[in-house]
C-alpha cells in the first residue's frame, strides 16, 4: 500500500473526527526547499492537513499528512509525508518536535524513509498560524534521497 493512500485515510479519519474533544484542525499550504545529502536541490509546494490535541496545559498530540509537488530546481520528486507531532505552548510561539515515514515517488521509482522534525508555530490571526520547520528524511534504499528540508507553511484552523 503506498503512504499516499495511508495519507488520504488518515486526512478522512481526522476529518471525521473534527467535532470531538479539545482539538484543532487544519488545512495548510507550505512552501518547501530541500537539500538532499548527494543530488539535485528542489522547492516543493506542499498541501498540509492535521489535527492536534490538547494533553495537559501546555502540551500536545497530533497528527499530519501531507503531500509535495514539485515547482522547481534539479529534481522532481514527488514528496508524501505520514507524521506524529508533539507540541509545546511556551506562549507566543509553541514548539513543534515531529517523527514520521516519507516516500518519494520519481517517475517510476518509489523510496521510502522516516522523517524527523522541530519548528515552531506562530498564531497570526485567530484562525491562521505560520510555522517555519526543518525535517529530515532518511531513505535506506537510495543514498540521495536523504534529504533536509526546510518549510516556511500557512495553516489555516477549523
Do not use: C
Request: hydrophobic share 40%; no cysteine; aromatic share 10%.
Amino acid at each position: 500500500m503506498s503512504l499516499r493512500t495511508v495519507l488520504a485515510a488518515s486526512l478522512f479519519v481526522v476529518s471525521a473526527t473534527a467535532v470531538s474533544a479539545e482539538q484543532s484542525v487544519y488545512l495548510g499550504v507550505g512552501g518547501d526547499y530541500a537539500v538532499p545529502h548527494s543530488g539535485e536541490d528542489q522547492a516543493f509546494g506542499s498541501f498540509v492537513a492535521g489535527a492536534t490535541f490538547d494533553l495537559w496545559e501546555n502540551m500536545g498530540l497530533g497528527i499530519e499528512g501531507e503531500v509535495g509537488e514539485p515547482l522547481g530546481g534539479d529534481s522532481n520528486r514527488e514528496t508524501s509525508r505520514l507524521r506524529g507531532l508533539f507540541t509545546y505552548d511556551f506562549g507566543p510561539v509553541t514548539g513543534i518536535a515531529s517523527l514520521g515515514m516519507v516516500q518519494y515517488e520519481e517517475g517510476n521509482r518509489t523510496f521510502d524513509g522516516d522523517t524527523v522534525g522541530i519548528g515552531a508555530q506562530m498564531e497570526l490571526s485567530e484562525r491562521i498560524d505560520g510555522r517555519l520547520e526543518i525535517m529530515r528524511d532518511f531513505n535506506d534504499d537510495d543514498f540521495g534521497t536523504n534529504v533536509t528540508t526546510s518549510r516556511l507553511g500557512v495553516y489555516f484552523k477549523f
